[in-house]
Antibody, heavy 123, light 106 residues
Framework: QLQLQESGPGLVKPSETLSLTCTVS??????????WGWVRQPPGKGLEWIGSIYYSGSTYYNPSLKSRVTISVDTSKNQFSLKLTSVTAADTAVYYCARLPSPTGSNWYFDLWGRGTLVTVSS | SYDLTQPPSVSVSPGQTASITCSGD??????ACWYQQKPGQSPVLVIYQDNKRPSGIPERFSGSNSGNTATLTISGTQAMDEADYYC?????????FGGGTKLTVL
């Protein structure tokens, strides 16, 4: 059974870069059947899409975060990663990695989620 | 940017039908999906492609999408269905989530 696991520092200082990795186990990240993505949720608030990536490296980003976000994939490690630069307290959130069955047209949805990891931005 | 609007809260009595709406411009022309999230847990997909249920999701969950509104319907609502529900769609290369609806079963 495929599982996703987020990992990375739980505390990041303001103005620094948030870096997280999602490890995919029980299946291959190189499957042509899926995209992979990051979603975050500030404490007590709703879900916000950050971006998504295909194993080939093709990416889509949330326009509101695009200038600060980089998502990359490492097929040799079966991982994909998130980097968010110049963080502020507003970036404090639970960060989830998730899987998207290969989208067609507007049919994008996340069918499998990691457990999430809380990242706090504070000095 | 594209916006999806959900009511902040919906209440339902056990055994009754709960309906949660999600509104967006011409949403019926796109696919909508729904997630359930219980406190401290990750979201779970309960409806995709407007009205399809993933394996393991009870039949009491159903969805529809027409015009500007997608609707998640829970028939015979149970106490275990109390959770936050989020709609989601795709527009102009962007994934968009609704603000979420807290479903209270009382």
């Amino acid at each position: 059974q495929l599982q996703l696991q987020e990992s990375g520092p739980g505390l990041v200082k303001p103005s620094e870069t948030l870096s997280l990795t999602c490890t995919v186990s029980g299946g291959s990240i190189s499957s042509s059947s899926y995209y992979w993505g990051w979603v975050r949720q500030p404490p007590g608030k709703g879900l916000e899409w950050i971006g998504s990536i295909y194993y080939s490296g093709s990416t889509y980003y949330n326009p509101s975060l695009k200038s600060r976000v980089t998502i990359s994939v490492d097929t040799s490690k079966n991982q994909f990663s998130l980097k968010l630069t110049s963080v502020t307290a507003a970036d404090t959130a639970v960060y989830y990695c998730a899987r998207l069955p290969s989208p067609t047209g507007s049919n994008w949805y996340f069918d499998l989620w990691g457990r999430g990891t809380l990242v706090t931005v504070s000095s | 940017s594209y916006d999806l609007t959900q009511p902040p809260s919906v209440s339902v009595s056990p055994g009754q039908t709960a309906s949660i709406t999600c509104s967006g411009d011409k949403l019926g022309g796109k696919y909508a999906c729904w997630y359930q999230q219980k406190p401290g847990q990750s979201p779970v997909l309960v409806i995709y492609q407007d009205n399809k249920r993933p394996s393991g999701i009870p039949e009491r969950f159903s969805g529809s999408n027409s015009g500007n509104t997608a609707t998640l319907t829970i028939s015979g609502t149970q106490a275990m269905d109390e959770a936050d529900y989020y709609c989601q769609a795709w527009d102009t290369s962007t994934v968009v989530f609704g603000g979420g609806t807290k479903l209270t079963v009382l």
